[in-house]
């Protein structure tokens, strides 16, 4: 199947243009939707395929390499647009294919009489086309190009009713947050040209391997790719964009916002992790940065009233854990729980669309409540998909999530581990906060108007399948205490370089089965224990006051809005306007231009005079001039 | 003995007679008589020194330049005819058209201050 791989990339691509180009000729919801589907549906089938392909081979030789064409080949510049097909890129490139379906089924009954609506398949099957060159990419600029598409396509797509002006601020404002990620991204692409004259990264990688630990340049691209990363995946201090790209329609939420774009920054650390063993220093800002992320998110959601605020600052929270395991150096168990995260934040996101789009586009769950009876298979989802983020054993977060806190207690130490300890248990909280309110208790809605309803099937079969998933996703890693986890053999030989460097300076850890039991068994007893209270406590809530105190300074988000408003965004704002538009731009670049037609203008106002008209005075001139040129051949 | 020097000299005498012509009169025809004065100037020159010499490019040159002189008597003439069918002058200090418009005061502010802008 890996001959026909390039369809993987080129059938979105094609979607794209039909559905760009003829789709308002076209006219058809049920024409354009099943189009963008099927174009996601066939480089699945392919990437299944390819997937067996691999699986056929050695472990070692799981690689496929498929150079289509130079790209660019300027002086020492060479770089070709080829893919780089191995156990980590075509896991992903499953999750997004297989993911990416689902959401384009479901996007057809969400979006239905939208006027957009061909707009909006091209702009998703955009993003798969860039999400997939993002994650195929064998050189770092064509990484950077499906970046920067994605990027494109998350700004188009959080805009997409742009009637609204708030879409248009949050559009705007997860663009520029992302520009400074960006940055760094590009920086770091520019130190690795300027001293390994290359940007393919099996290349790069193999010419560090050799370096000492901690070296200077190393951390560095380290750190400047983990900028790029914290753009993209929404962690402290760049991750303010997210809540807000809640503004967009909740498909795209879950597609780009939760199940693949979000995890590109995880991707691009994964991809790279022999650069994240050699550095370190880096890895541990990583983990303290993944730390506070998860905690401080995961503490937000506890106060958010907005069903996508909440589910969106979960998605915030659970990008740290990822960046936690990578902080710890278990790539593999960040690769898994970006896997788990997928299926489980995504059925969340799809089912909050399910509820939003049965009552009517109302966000606020206070405004909610008793949905249970009223959208059966929508609650039965949505319940696994929480039981999956909360943590409780058997579902997919279980594994992945207690593997990291495990990893994290025997690698980094108890403190740490009691921080995530802390931001699970506030997870558990709040999805049940979200649920009890949401689900449970008496309508408190206008229920002589309002008359809540299931949607529809080509809805809810995405909503069954991705509930299955987060069901039984975490087999695919259980822990050695419980058995073998396969998608640790299948991930090992991408990592194999960045463990034997780990293995020359880190000691082995005591891992023990005990202390792991010990540890599962406080960490689901701590689940439950919060799953109860919450429960309890929101499913009959009735009345809502305004919350005092710290409550208050969470559901205003740790004021962290405001505080860029007044220390970065204001500041920038006053001096454009004050200095760089009213005197720089005004006063220096038009007056100085200003000025040299002024004094032009005047001068040959003067000047034009000497044009009379009349011939005669111009052949005197020109005789006066042969003149004097004869007198100065003669003479000279 | 005239020698070649003589040639020369009446030769400038009368291209010069011809600038003069060129500049200081106002006729029009008087103005293009004077160019055939020139013309034929250059071609004195150019006939002493193709005899001297002893070579016969300059008498071709010298038909070459009758042809031309003659061409333009023939559009020069037709210029003059259609100027004074229009002006009823061949003054040539009186057309003088080809410069900067000649606008009142009002109309040339408006025109500089849209120039500035």
Known sequence: MSNFFYLVVLMPLIGFFINGLFGKKINNEKISGWLSSICILIPFIISAGTFFELLSMSPESRTIHQVYFSWIATGDLGINYAYLIDPLSISLVLVITGIGFLIHLYSIGYMHGDKGFAKYFAFLNLFVFAMLNLVLGDNLLLIFLGWEGVGLCSYLLIGFWYEKKFTGDAAKKAFIVNRIGDF??????????????????????????????????????????????????????????????????????????????????????????????????????????????????????????????????????????????????????????????????????????????????????????????????????????????????????????????????????????????????????????????????????????????????????????????????????????????????????????????????????????????????????????????SFKKFSKQTTFEEPTGFGKVLENKYYVDEIYDKTIVEPIQKTSDKILWKIFDIKIIDGFINGVANYISRLSFDWRKIQTGVIQDYTTLSVAGIVILLIYLIFR | MIELNHYLVLSAILFSIGVIGVLIRRNAIIIFMSIELMLNAINITFIAFSSFMGDIHGQIFVFMVLTVAAAEAAIGLAIVIALFRNKETINIDEINILKWLILSNNKFKKCRISFIL
Not at chain 1, 229 to 244: E, R
Not at chain 1, 343 to 349: D, E, G
Not at chain 1, 428 to 450: C, N, S
Not at chain 1, 500 to 511: F, V, W
């Open chain 1, 184 to 533: 760094g991204f590009m920086i770091a692409m520019f130190l690795i040209f300027a001293n390994f004259g290359t940007l393919e990264i099996s290349a790069f990688l193999s010419q560090i391997s050799g370096i000492q630990i901690n070296d200077g340049l190393l951390i560095a691209i380290s750190l400047l790719l983990f900028l790029g990363a914290c753009g993209k995946s929404a962690q402290i201090p760049l991750y303010v964009w997210l809540p807000d790209a809640m503004a967009g329609p909740t498909p795209v939420s879950a597609l780009i916002h939760a199940a693949t774009m979000v995890t590109a920054g995880i991707y691009l650390l994964a991809r790279t992790s022999i650069l994240y063993a050699l550095a370190p220093f880096t890895t541990h800002i990583v983990l303290i940065v993944g730390l506070l992320t998860a905690l401080m998110a995961a503490t937000i959601a506890l106060k958010q009233n907005d069903i996508k605020k909440i589910l969106a600052y979960s998605t915030v929270s659970q990008l740290g854990f990822m960046f936690v395991a990578i902080g710890n150096f278990a790539f593999t168990i960040a690769v898994f729980h970006l896997i788990t995260h997928a299926f489980f934040k995504a059925l969340l996101f799809l089912g909050s669309g399910s509820v939003i789009h049965g009552m009517h586009e109302e966000q606020d769950i206070t405004k909610m409540g008793g949905l249970k009876n009223k959208m059966k298979i929508t609650f039965v989802t949505f319940f696994i998909g929480s039981l999956a983020l909360a943590g409780i054993p058997p579902l997919s977060g279980f594994f992945s999530k207690d593997e990291i806190m495990y990893l994290t207690f025997i690698t980094s130490g108890p403190a740490y581990y009691i921080i995530t300890l802390i931001a699970a248990a506030c997870t558990a909280f709040y999805i049940f906060r979200l649920i009890g309110l949401t689900f449970y208790g008496k309508p408190r809605y206008d229920e002589a108007h309002l008359h809540p309803h299931e949607s529809p099937s080509l809805m809810t079969i995405p909503l069954i399948i991705l509930a299955v998933l987060s069901a039984i996703g975490g087999f695919i890693g259980l822990p050695h205490w419980l058995g073998h986890s396969m998608l640790g053999d299948w991930l090992a030989p991408v990592f194999s370089g960045a463990m034997s460097i780990l293995s020359t300076y880190q000691p082995e850890h005591q891992t023990s089965v005990a202390l792991e039991l010990g540890l599962v068994a406080v960490s689901v007893i701590v689940a439950t224990t919060m799953i109860v209270i």
